[in-house]
């Protein structure tokens, strides 16, 4: 079955860094678009970047272009998400997503993310 795991959240200081990843299995992952969304407390879950499945496409969200960055090692079936020059209004829970086929929507358990000095 789809499994999706993320890991590499923790606390950083404002303007600060972290990378996150996403550890896939269960479907053929060089396949498939990934996503990373997040959630803060209060507020509805939102995309933050997406790539395609080769790697060759990707978007952001506005309130993080410039500053993070979405790969991902099709050998590895891992997506990653550089974040860098962090800001206390990236505090979140952090999810990878894919959609499947028929458009069934996988999540993972999501990593917690504080930026605070």
């Known amino acids: ?20 990843s996403c550890a896939a ?3 053929t992952f060089r396949s498939y678009t990934m996503s990373w969304y997040r959630q803060a407390p209060g507020k509805e879950r939102e995309l933050v970047a997406r790539i395609t499945g080769s790697g060759g496409s990707t ?3 506005d309130s993080v272009k410039g500053r993070f960055t979405i790969s991902r090692d099709n050998t590895k079936n ?3 998400l550089q974040m860098n020059s962090l ?5 979140a829970v952090y999810y990878c997503n894919t959609v499947g086929i028929i458009g069934d929507v996988y ?7 504080t930026v605070s000095s």
């Open 1 to 20: 079955q789809v499994q999706l795991v993320e890991s590499g959240g923790g606390l950083v200081q404002p303007g600060g860094s972290l990378r996150l």
């Open 25 to 27: 299995s269960g479907f």
């Open 59 to 61: 978007n952001y969200a």
């Open 78 to 80: 891992t997506m990653y």
């Open 87 to 91: 800001k206390p209004e990236d505090t």
């Open 107 to 113: 999540w993972g358990q999501g990593t917690q993310v």
